[in-house]
């Protein structure tokens, strides 16, 4: 079966860094584009950043554009989200996501960010 799992999270001050991973599991994970959403507390869940199966093609939200990097490595089935100068508004929780389309969509767990002095 399909599974994402989440890694990374944590607590960061304003300014600072952290990196998500995410392995992948349970089918052919270089097919197929991977994105990371979150969430946060009282808001809809928002698409941060997505890549397509070779790297070809990367897209960001308008608000982690310029700090956020989303990256891949197929050999290993991971996908990562390298995010730098964090903000008190990028805490919530952070979601891998693999939409496989008539196999359906899978999430994984999530994960905590919390960004605070």
């Known amino acids: 079966q399909v599974q994402l799992v989440e890694s990374g999270g944590g607590l960061a001050q304003p300014g600072g860094s952290l990196r998500l991973s995410c392995v992948a599991s349970g089918f052919n994970f270089e097919l197929w584009a991977m994105r990371w959403y979150r969430q946060a507390p009282g808001k809809e869940r928002e698409l941060v950043a997505r890549i397509s199966p070779f790297a070809g093609m990367i897209n960001y939200a308008d608000s982690v554009k310029g700090r956020f990097t989303i990256s891949r490595d197929n050999a290993k089935n991971m996908v990562y989200l390298q995010m730098n100068s964090l903000q008190p508004e990028d805490t919530g929780m952070y979601f891998c996501?693999?939409?496989?389309?008539?196999?359906?969509?899978?999430w994984g767990q999530g994960i905590q960010v919390t960004v605070s002095a």
């Open positions: 996501n693999a939409d496989l389309q008539q196999r359906g969509t899978y």
